[in-house]
């Protein structure tokens, strides 16, 4: 199921991006406010440089990307880091609040711009707050598909795909009703974790491809110097997060390489996808503003959700933290902390 969603998701994204504007809503260049025409000239702007600099931008991001997504699920041999220790608990607490601050500080804002942009028609998108609509329901529809995915994983009884009987008594073959309630939980939780990591993937995947497209299609040395090192912090500690997600959920090691190809290239995709398209894309245009703000607003809802309720949520109110306050203490500055990093990177990203 979450190849099937990798590939849609790409395939979309890609038809959406190069697909020809519509002449019912694109303006010519010419007929454009003069605020909204693209500007090659100045200091900042040179194509030779900034494509050096994408293609650094590539090799940095792709490294740290499968750095941070990789260090969780290799700590299987480092046992400092094993899902069961108070380590991992703060880490993974430090990379929710990267990821909650990405929603709201990185993604949420880079629609406002887009879809409140001057060289948009005031009607219909200077007249009602399409950014916060389409947030609040793609948070809903979240919602909908973590709902109905567990209900699937539930009814399919993936109990056996990975849930051993903890019970020893088990064997002789007469299970008591305490050893049958311990492997219904484990076994309701690990659908969770399966759940949670791919859809947190998939909003991840939306968010970096189109970030990578906007880099890509720039040659503003002075924007694309500053991302670059944003873009690696931002990458390497969202796939942190992300790497802790497909950690418990126990997967095979086919499905673990598979997610974390598909989160270590979608940003370098996007960068490369861009360069591609960097002498049609126009940035300011109607065309590219709606497509943009659309994915960016139905992004920003499904990393909030995620980070709120399947990450923060879940693991304050699980028994490991509620039993143990000095923990959650220190559990909330990290998460005070990996937000609050995340929000200063916004100063350049």
Same mark, same amino acid.
């Given at each position: 199921?979450?190849?099937?969603?990798?590939?849609?998701?790409?395939?979309?994204?890609?038809?959406?991006?190069?697909?020809? %504007?519509?002449?019912?809503?694109?303006?010519?260049?010419?007929?454009? %406010?003069?605020?909204?025409?693209?500007?090659?000239?100045?200091?900042?702007?040179?194509?030779?440089?900034?494509?050096?600099?994408?293609?650094?931008?590539?090799?940095?991001?792709?490294?740290?990307?499968?750095?941070?997504?990789?260090?969780?699920?290799?700590?299987?041999?480092?046992?400092?880091?094993?899902?069961?220790?108070?380590?991992?608990?703060?880490?993974?607490?430090?990379?929710?609040?990267?990821?909650?601050?990405?929603?709201?500080?990185?993604?949420?804002?880079?629609?406002?711009?887009?879809?409140?942009?001057?060289?948009?028609?005031?009607?219909?998108?200077?007249?009602? %707050?399409?950014?916060?609509?389409?947030?609040?329901?793609?948070?809903?529809?979240?919602?909908?598909?973590?709902?109905?995915?567990?209900?699937?994983?539930?009814?399919?009884?993936?109990?056996?795909?990975?849930?051993?009987?903890?019970?020893?008594?088990?064997?002789?073959?007469?299970?008591?009703?305490?050893?049958?309630?311990?492997?219904?939980?484990?076994?309701?939780?690990?659908?969770?974790?399966?759940?949670?990591?791919?859809?947190?993937?998939?909003?991840?995947?939306?968010?970096?491809?189109?970030?990578?497209?906007?880099?890509?299609?720039?040659?503003?040395?002075?924007?694309?110097?500053?991302?670059?090192?944003?873009?690696?912090?931002?990458?390497?500690?969202?796939?942190?997060?992300?790497?802790?997600?497909?950690?418990?959920?126990?997967?095979?090691?086919?499905?673990?390489?598979?997610?974390?190809?598909?989160?270590?290239?979608?940003?370098?995709?996007?960068?490369?996808?861009?360069?591609?398209?960097?002498?049609?894309?126009?940035?300011?245009?109607?065309?590219?503003?709606?497509?943009?703000?659309?994915?960016?607003?139905?992004?920003?809802?499904?990393?909030?959700?995620?980070?709120?309720?399947?990450?923060?949520?879940?693991?304050?109110?699980?028994?490991?933290?509620?039993?143990?306050?000095?923990?959650?203490?220190?559990?909330?500055?990290?998460?005070?902390?990996?937000?609050?990093?995340?929000?200063?990177?916004?100063?350049?990203?």
């Amino acid at each position: 199921m979450a190849k099937t969603h990798h590939f849609l998701i790409l395939s979309l994204l890609l038809l959406t991006i190069v697909t020809p %504007p519509s002449t019912a809503t694109e303006q010519p260049p010419d007929t454009l %406010p003069e605020q909204c025409r693209e500007s090659t000239n100045g200091p900042c702007h040179n194509k030779t440089k900034s494509l050096h600099l994408k293609l650094i931008a590539i090799a940095a991001i792709l490294v740290t990307s499968m750095l941070g997504v990789s260090l969780p699920i290799l700590s299987k041999s480092v046992p400092a880091l094993h899902p069961d220790t108070k380590l991992f608990v703060l880490v993974k607490a430090f990379a929710s609040g990267v990821i909650l601050a990405t929603g709201y500080m990185h993604v949420l804002p880079d629609s406002f711009d887009c879809l409140t942009s001057k060289c948009l028609p005031e009607n219909p998108w200077g007249k009602f %707050p399409f950014t916060t609509f389409i947030a609040m329901f793609s948070a809903v529809l979240t919602l909908m598909v973590d709902s109905y995915a567990m209900s699937w994983y539930k009814k399919c009884k993936t109990t056996n795909q990975g849930v051993k009987n903890p019970d020893p008594e088990s064997k002789t073959g007469h299970c008591h009703g305490h050893g049958l309630s311990r492997i219904d939980n484990q076994a309701s939780q690990l659908r969770r974790y399966r759940v949670v990591a791919q859809v947190l993937e998939l909003g991840i995947v939306v968010h970096s491809v189109v970030i990578g497209l906007s880099m890509g299609a720039s040659d503003n040395v002075c924007t694309i110097r500053p991302l670059v090192a944003a873009l690696c912090f931002h990458q390497f500690f969202e796939g942190m997060g992300l790497g802790g997600c497909i950690l418990q959920a126990n997967y095979e090691m086919k499905m673990k390489a598979m997610m974390v190809f598909f989160f270590s290239v979608t940003t370098p995709f996007g960068i490369a996808l861009g360069i591609g398209l960097s002498n049609v894309y126009q940035e300011n245009s109607p065309t590219a503003l709606v497509v943009v703000g659309v994915l960016n607003a139905v992004s920003a809802g499904l990393l909030n959700y995620m980070a709120l309720v399947d990450l923060l949520a879940s693991d304050f109110m699980g028994e490991k933290l509620q039993d143990d306050m000095k923990l959650q203490t220190i559990a909330y500055v990290a998460v005070i902390l990996g937000a609050g990093g995340m929000s200063v990177m916004a100063i350049w990203a």
